[in-house]
């Protein structure tokens, strides 16, 4: 935290703390909860125990939505990689003047709601040739159109900080090829826009429910729906349930984190 | 036939033409300018020669060989940016070493061509930083030595010295003079800042619109400008139109005139028909506003002594060195 002056400095720490702690009540509460053996008529639990925990992560059921999760947003995360970066560079670098239509292009996963938009996709893709509804497919695409707006914004902005078009012109003079230009000197100085962006969209896919909810339900169980079809059992469970997504979101930012550094 | 030879060149963007019949010639190891107000061609026409913007028609000719049909990497000219571009991912040494990679030369041979580039700008203490650790002067010189560790045919600088401040601008102008001299380096060197071409160049090509207006060394780009935009573009002629100039000299002047600052001498003796406006110290040089028959005239006088100071209202005599006065079209 910054030196602030003293007089000031209290009151203004005081209200950051305190804004922390209602925000780290439910999950502080929901800890506990997920630590408790029993924890019904008293004001503090009667014990703490891992059994939750152990259940939980014994459970091939969960172990199984976490993964089918995890893979989900991983192939929607490269699919959005593979595709928007050559775009951007294509945008920025040979026709700057489309960045105003993609602009808006990119606002339209927003301005659909995802109720909408899953019954759109129900009736487009629930029969014909491209039969994807029931299958992780066609949440890779979806999560592709969600994570669209992350990746373009964060990576525009990392774009604009480079000076793209010197940099590949002073590149080509030395001889590289436009490919040789775009892989040793603009990818490597996009890593950090790269980063944010990957980050960001994850964290908000692995947590998405409606779309996979809607469009594929039990027949490929996420997280998020595993957890609201589990929604009847103990909440000691789910509690584990929470607290470990949360831990590992958290633990994937501070490693992203890490790694993405400056150099010294 | 001279080294780099451009001859017809062509560029327009949609309805508005940049250049238009470009001709120039530049000898072997010659340092040029194209000097010219921004908006007037000159950095179009330096990216044209090292083909990072295509040309409509005409030729340039490197060493006799017809560069427009030629992909940058295959012309072997290197180039430096106003904005440096440096590799922001990578340390001076790899920045440097970046062109070597590409030809893919060899790592023992990469390594003393590098240090000696290195040196070459007095920065071998420094090979291991990254760019964001510099200051701008030594930005650029990272960028000289890259452009330089490959030893291109043609070296272009596109107004590499105006993101830096007076100081180290007028250092690095001496650095990348002695450097292009100690290897006897073919130099395009673009700028809209007079001072820099004249003190730099072998040779100026004053551009205007799209067109070359002058050639010459900076003498005679100085001494006798051809026409109106080269009188104002450089030095701070008194430019006078027909009338007024002949009320100045007193006899019919059929042209405009243009007299240079400093080729009017001020004097407290004789017919005191002048008076002094105003004055400014510019260091070295007072410079006076005097108005003589109804003519407002800068004349800038050396600051020798406190005695040269003359205040404001201050009546004068003026002698006008002849040999000084130039009618231009």
């Given at each position: 935290m910054r030196a602030e002056p003293a007089s000031g400095g209290l009151y203004?720490?005081?209200?950051v703390y305190l804004l922390f702690l209602i925000l780290l009540l439910p999950l502080a509460g929901t800890l506990l909860y997920s630590l408790a053996t029993s924890w019904s008529e008293s004001l503090?639990?009667?014990?703490?125990?891992?059994k939750w925990y152990v259940a939980l992560w014994s459970e091939p059921r969960f172990l199984a939505a976490f993964g089918q999760s995890l893979l989900v947003c991983v192939g929607a995360l490269m699919l959005s990689v593979v595709l928007i970066l050559p775009l951007l560079f294509v945008v920025h670098y040979h026709f700057p003047r489309l960045d105003a239509l993609m602009n808006i292009l990119i606002l339209l996963p927003f301005a659909?709601?995802?109720?909408?938009?899953?019954?759109?996709l129900l009736h487009l893709y629930g029969s014909g040739p491209m039969a994807m509804v029931g299958t992780p497919w066609i949440l890779i695409g979806c999560y592709f159109t969600i994570a669209l707006p992350f990746m373009y914004r964060a990576i525009t902005n990392n774009l604009q900080a480079i000076n793209l078009r010197d940099l590949m012109d002073a590149a080509q003079l030395l001889g590289a090829s436009t490919w040789q230009a775009a892989f040793l000197v603009v990818l490597p100085n996009l890593r950090k826009g790269l980063m944010v962006a990957l980050l960001l969209s994850f964290s908000f896919l692995f947590g998405e429910?409606?779309?996979?909810?809607?469009?594929?339900?039990?027949?490929?169980?996420?997280?998020?729906?595993?957890?609201?079809?589990m929604r009847n059992s103990s909440g000691h469970?789910?509690?584990?349930?929470?607290?470990?997504?949360?831990a590992f979101v958290l633990a994937l930012t501070w490693v992203a984190n890490r790694l993405n550094k400056d150099k010294p | 036939m001279s080294f780099v030879s451009v001859r017809k060149l062509q560029k327009r963007y949609g309805a508005s033409q940049i250049f238009h019949d470009i001709d120039c010639e530049i000898e072997r190891g010659e340092f040029v300018t194209l000097l010219g107000p921004s908006g007037c061609g000159k950095s179009t026409l330096l990216r044209c020669i090292a083909g990072l913007t295509s040309v409509d028609s005409g030729h340039i000719l490197l060493d006799g060989q017809d560069l427009v049909p030629l992909s940058p990497q295959k012309r072997g000219i290197g180039m430096v940016f106003q904005s440096y571009a440096l590799f922001p991912n990578m340390t001076?040494?790899?920045?440097?070493?970046f062109g070597l990679r590409m030809q893919k030369v060899k790592a023992e041979l990469r390594q003393t061509q590098v240090e000696e580039a290195l040196r070459m700008v007095e920065l071998h203490d420094f090979a291991e930083r990254y760019p964001h650790q510099l200051s701008g002067g030594q930005c650029q010189r990272v960028a000289l030595a890259r452009s330089l560790v490959t030893r291109p045919r043609l070296l272009l600088l596109d107004e590499p010295l105006s993101a830096l401040d007076a100081r180290i601008r007028k250092h690095l102008r001496e650095q990348i003079r002695e450097i292009q001299r100690a290897l006897g380096l073919t130099t395009i060197f673009v700028t809209h800042d007079q001072e820099e071409a004249l003190t730099m160049s072998d040779r100026i090509f004053l551009m205007n619109q799209g067109r070359i207006v002058q050639s010459g060394d900076a003498e005679t780009l100085y001494t006798a400008p051809?026409?109106?935009?080269?009188?104002?573009?450089?030095?701070?002629?008194?430019l006078l139109d027909p009338d007024s100039a002949s009320r100045l000299l007193q006899r019919p002047v059929a042209g405009r005139l243009a007299i240079r600052p400093e080729a009017i001498t001020l004097r407290l003796d004789g017919e005191l028909d002048g008076q002094v406006l105003s004055h400014s110290l510019l260091g070295n040089v007072i410079r006076y506003r005097v108005t003589i028959r109804d003519v407002e005239l800068i004349v800038d006088v050396l600051n020798r002594s406190p005695s040269d100071l003359?205040?404001?209202g201050q009546r004068v005599s003026l002698a006008i060195d002849t040999l000084a006065l130039r009618e231009v079209a």
């Open positions: 203004h720490r005081v209200v503090l639990p009667s014990g703490l125990t891992f659909v709601p995802p109720v909408v938009s899953s019954v759109g429910f409606v779309f996979a909810n809607l469009l594929v339900g039990t027949r490929y169980e996420t997280l998020q729906v595993y957890l609201n079809n469970f789910n509690s584990a349930l929470v607290i470990s997504y949360f | 001076v040494r790899q920045n440097v070493a051809v026409d109106l935009f080269a009188a104002g573009f450089i030095g701070n002629y008194n003359h205040p404001a």
